[in-house]
């Protein structure tokens, strides 16, 4: 924290007004279900991006960020898509939605501290949305922090920078896991009707451990592929009448996939209908304390991720038959895919036994070392 502090001296010449973070996250289940209107289970990291802020009195932002050691400036009305380019975006394009929804909000001064890891599908982009939103939220008297409402507001501006300024087509669970999650609790994410609903899930009764691995295969959200899928299922949802695919879960699949015309588009509307239903499939084994049945829930997602969504990669595969050859309860690919990290329930006795056998199927296999580390579930957003 100091060494923020100091930045944030040595740029503007005082201290800041406060200190905010907001915290990445992994999705226990309900992958690529966001933007179909569907469930996603969340938890936060205990890896935080932080920012320190202040106000000004002009229409400025002034962003640095301790790991790159750069500034930019841009003024709030110049803020567009595209501009500013790169990891600014973020910062700028959660001002400038909020501006648009009607708040008053001027200039920050901002200096980043991000302690989420950058390019592993951790959502570090969403850590830093949502610490600036807080942080904006707190210095221009918004008050938005204070309720689950403002809460989603403050998601939904997030998204907006991520979509409209750092064109990236996202659904909204990032930004919601780091708004809504809870210490010691996974979010069930209604993203139809925004609802959201706290599960305990809290391992260390257990024994067991929930395992993250950084394939460091690399992720880019922005790229085509996510687009493509997302796109399948708009095009499957007007085939078939509706807005969201999450309006036939609960149809007979085999009907609903007979309307479909190619095979493609059957794969991709099985795996968003199929994943739904696992989202809640783990809520029920998690309040039952059956965590054999949410490892084998996680290994069918990563079944369908991998064979009829197609999104997951040559590195996730091996964390997950790896984890799974060693001892695992489940494991699966975690996010949007096409590299980034995999998550893994391992009892804690076989912890060091399982990194140890997926570093060295990645040393095999001659790819990038991994990095494995034990998570818990943490806070959201919130003033340091
Ligand atoms: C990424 C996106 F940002 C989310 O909105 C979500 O679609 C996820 O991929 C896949 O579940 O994290």
């Given at each position: 924290m100091p060494r923020l502090q100091d930045a944030?001296?040595?740029?503007?010449?005082?201290?800041?007004?406060?200190?905010?973070?907001?915290?990445?996250?992994?999705?226990?289940?309900?992958?690529?279900?966001?933007?179909?209107?569907?469930?996603?289970?969340?938890?936060?990291?205990?890896?935080?991006?932080?920012?320190?802020?202040?106000?000004?009195?002009?229409?400025?932002?002034?962003?640095?960020?301790?790991?790159?050691?750069?500034?930019?400036?841009?003024?709030?009305?110049?803020?567009?898509?595209?501009?500013?380019?790169?990891?600014?975006?973020?910062?700028?394009?959660?001002?400038?939605?909020?501006?648009?929804?009607?708040?008053?909000?001027?200039?920050?001064?901002?200096?980043?501290?991000?302690?989420?890891?950058?390019?592993?599908?951790?959502?570090?982009?969403?850590?830093?949305?949502?610490?600036?939103?807080?942080?904006?939220?707190?210095?221009?008297?918004?008050?938005?922090?204070?309720?689950?409402?403002?809460?989603?507001?403050?998601?939904?501006?997030?998204?907006?920078?991520?979509?409209?300024?750092?064109?990236?087509p996202t659904g909204g669970m990032d930004q919601a896991a780091a708004m809504h999650c809870t210490e010691r609790h996974a979010l069930r994410l209604d993203c139809l009707d925004g609802t959201t609903e706290q599960v305990p899930f809290d391992l260390t009764s257990h024994d067991v451990v929930l395992l993250v691995t950084d394939t460091r295969a690399s992720h880019a959200l922005a790229d085509g592929q996510y687009g493509a899928r997302r796109e399948s299922c708009e095009q499957a949802a007007e085939i078939l009448g509706v807005e969201t695919l999450r309006e036939v879960v609960g149809r007979p699949l085999d009907e609903t996939l007979a309307l479909l015309p190619d095979e493609v588009l059957r794969r991709r509307t099985r795996h968003v209908v199929t994943e739904i239903a696992r989202v809640d499939e783990v809520v029920s084994s998690l309040r039952e304390g059956d965590l054999a049945a949410v490892g084998r829930t996680f290994v069918a997602s990563h079944e369908s991720l991998r064979d009829d969504y197609e999104v997951s990669c040559t590195e996730l595969d091996l964390v997950v038959d790896t984890a799974m050859a060693h001892g695992a309860l489940g494991s699966r690919m975690t996010g949007g895919g096409f590299g980034g990290s995999a998550i893994s329930l391992v009892p804690a006795a076989d912890v060091d036994r399982v990194t140890a056998a997926i570093e060295d199927a990645f040393a095999a296999a001659h790819l990038t070392p991994p990095s494995s580390f034990p998570v818990t579930a943490s806070a959201p957003a919130h003033r340091d």
């Open positions: 944030f001296m040595t740029l503007t010449g005082h201290a800041p007004d406060g200190v905010w973070s907001a915290p990445g996250r992994v999705n226990l289940i309900g992958e690529h279900t966001d933007y179909n209107g569907g469930l996603a289970l969340p938890i936060a990291l205990p890896h935080r991006t932080r920012c320190a802020a202040s106000p000004r009195e002009d229409d400025l932002l002034r962003i640095h960020s301790l790991q790159d050691d750069s500034s930019v400036e841009v003024r709030i009305d110049d803020v567009a898509e595209g501009h500013p380019a790169g990891w600014t975006a973020y910062v700028a394009g959660v001002v400038w939605a909020l501006r648009k929804d009607g708040n008053a909000v001027r200039g920050l001064d901002v200096v980043v501290d991000g302690q989420v890891p950058l390019g592993a599908g951790l959502s570090s982009s969403a850590a830093l949305e949502c610490a600036v939103a807080a942080a904006a939220s707190d210095l221009f008297g918004l008050g938005l922090l204070d309720s689950s409402d403002g809460r989603r507001v403050l998601a939904a501006a997030c998204q907006r920078a991520e979509n409209d300024i750092a064109g990236a």
